[in-house]
DNA sequence: CCAAGTTAGTTTATGCCGTAAGGAGTGGCA
DNA sequence: TGCCACTCCTTACGGCATAAACTAACTTGG
C-alpha cells in the first residue's frame, strides 16, 4: 500500500483541528490528566508573553506540571501543536461586522480588528501562510473577509486577488509593530535606546550617509522622522501609521477598480 | 564603565555590515583560509537551496571543508551572519529605475523586481523588519523606493507611510509564493498532490462546508479556484495574479491620494 | 475477582543545534 | 630565537524534538 507523505499524520491533524474525535464516555487506562485544550491554551500563553522562539515542548510541559514527552499523548507533534494553536488563537476575531455603513466601513473595521489580533499574537504572523493550516476559524476568517467585499461587486476572480492583497497588507503591516514588540522583550533593550546607539554608530560608519542617500536624507530634514507622541514606541506609532495610511490608499484603489468595472 | 546590552557586538556588526575594518596588508598568524564574503556567500547559497531552517553553523562550515567553529573567526555570531547575508543579498537589487515614463511605470518595475527578489530568495522574508539591519544595501533598496515615490509630489511624512505599505504589500505578496515554493523542497510533496489530499480530508472532515462558508463556497462554484495555467504550481500563480492585481490597486490609491492633495 | 489489554506519563537516549573554552600549529616581527 | 597574534581544531555544555522502552493506572472480558 503506497501512502503519501505525511497523508495519514493529515488526516489526524485534520481531525484534532475540527475536533470530529468522538471519545467514548469510559476508556480503559488512566484518566487523562490534560487535554488538547489546555495544551493549546497553555502554548498560546508562552508564544503570548515570551515570542515563539521560547515555546518549547519542555516549555510547555514544565508549565503544566508535566514532562515535555507526556504532550506527546494529545499532540502528534510540535507543528500540530503550532497549528492548533493558529487555529484557536483565530477564534478571538470577530464574525459578523455590519454591513449597513456600506463595505468601506466594514473593511476598515475588520482590518482594524486583524490589525490589532496580530499585534496582540505577533507568532501568529510566523505560521506559514503557503499551505493554509486549513482549520475550521481560518476559514471563518477569510470568509468574513470575502462576504464583506463581495458587497462590492466585484467578479469572483479579481475578488480573490482583493482579498488575498487585504491579507498581504494588513500582515504586513502588523508584523512590522509585532516584531518591534517582540524586540525589548527578547533583547531587553528599548526602542529609544536601540535606535539612539545605532543612529550614533550609523554616522560613525557612514560619513557620507548625506550623499550617498540624499532622498532619505530630505525626508529626515523634512521631520518626517520626528515621533509625535512620546508615550508611545517610536517603530509602534509609525507601524500604525503606516496601516492607517496605507489602508486608505488600498481601499481608494478598490474603488477605483470598482468604479472602472461599473458596478 | 557602563555598557548596553549588545552595544559593543553592535559596533562590530556595523563595521562589518559597513565594511569599514580596515585590514593590514601583513598579519602574524596562518593565511585565512576562509574570507567574511566566502562564508556569506556558502550560507545564502544553503538558505536558496535548503531553506532558512538547513542554515547551521555546521552546514556553513562543512560546505567549505572547515568546522563549525572556524566560522567564529569571521563572524561573531549566527545572528550576524544572517543579518550579513541579508544586506548581500540585497545588493542585487538594481538601482536607478528610469523616472522618464513617469513613476507609476517605474514603482510597478521596482516592485516587480523586489517580488521576484524575494521569491528568489525565500528566507529574506524570515529576518525582522522591526529593527531594521541598517547595513548599506537596505538603506539602497529604501533610498530607491522613496526616489520613485517622491516623483508623485507627495509630502514627506505621507510618503514614508505610502513607501512602508508598498513595502508590505510586496512583502506580503512574496511570502505567499515563496513559502510554496519552499514546501516542497522541504516536505517532498508538490502543491497539487498536496491540494487533493488535503480538500478530500476536509470533505471528510467538515461535510456541512457549503453551508457554513456560502461566500467561499460562490466563489469555488463561480470558477475562481480553477487554474488557468496547468505548467506552474497552483499557489505560485495564485500568488503571482494576487500580486500583479493588488498593485495595480495601491497604485490606484496612490494616484488618487495625489489627486486628493493635489500635486 | 483476576488477568489481559489499553492508556498516561516517565525515564532514557539519539542526534541535531549554537557556542564557550582551551589547545595546536603558523608565520610575521623583535 | 622567542614571542605573540592569528587560524582552526577538539571537546564539552546545555538546549531542542522526539523515538523507544518502561511503569503504573484503569476498564473490561472471562
Chains 1, 2 share one sequence.
Not at 64 to 76: E, I, N
Not at 186 to 197: C, F, I, K
Request: hydrophobic letters at 45%; glycine letters at 8%; proline letters at 4%.
Amino acid at each position: 500500500m503506497v501512502v503519501f507523505a505525511g497523508q495519514g499524520d493529515a488526516r489526524r491533524s485534520m481531525a484534532l483541528l475540527w475536533r470530529t474525535t468522538r471519545s467514548k464516555e469510559t476508556r480503559p487506562g488512566p484518566k487523562p490528566g490534560l487535554s488538547v485544550d489546555l495544551i493549546v491554551d497553555t502554548a498560546v500563553a508562552i508564544a503570548d508573553e515570551e515570542g515563539m522562539a521560547a515555546l518549547s515542548m519542555r516549555a510547555v510541559g514544565e508549565r503544566l506540571g508535566r514532562t515535555a514527552m507526556a504532550l506527546y499523548t494529545y499532540v502528534p507533534s510540535k507543528s500540530e501543536l503550532v497549528d492548533l494553536m493558529y487555529d484557536r488563537a483565530l477564534a478571538e476575531l470577530s464574525t459578523h461586522h455590519n454591513l449597513e455603513a456600506g463595505w468601506r466601513a466594514a473593511v476598515t473595521s475588520w482590518a482594524g480588528e486583524a490589525w490589532e489580533f496580530y499585534v496582540r499574537h505577533p507568532w501568529v504572523l510566523q505560521v506559514s501562510q503557503a499551505r493554509p493550516v486549513l482549520g475550521p476559524n481560518e476559514y471563518v476568517m477569510i470568509e468574513e473577509a470575502t462576504r464583506i467585499l463581495r458587497e462590492t461587486g466585484l467578479g469572483a476572480g479579481v475578488l480573490r486577488h482583493v482579498v488575498g492583497t487585504l491579507f498581504c497588507f494588513v500582515r504586513g503591516a502588523a508584523q512590522t509593530v509585532a516584531e518591534s514588540r517582540q524586540a525589548p522583550v527578547v533583547t531587553g533593550v528599548s526602542d529609544e535606546e536601540w535606535w539612539y546607539a545605532r543612529s550614533a554608530l550609523l554616522a560613525e560608519v557612514a560619513p557620507d550617509f548625506r550623499e550617498r542617500f540624499p532622498t532619505l536624507t530630505w525626508l529626515d530634514d523634512e521631520g518626517a522622522y520626528r515621533s509625535q507622541d512620546e508615550t508611545v514606541p517610536y517603530l509602534e506609532q509609525e507601524g500604525r501609521d503606516t496601516f492607517t495610511t496605507g489602508l486608505a490608499i488600498l481601499l481608494d484603489g478598490i474603488e477605483a477598480t470598482v468604479g472602472r468595472t461599473g458596478a
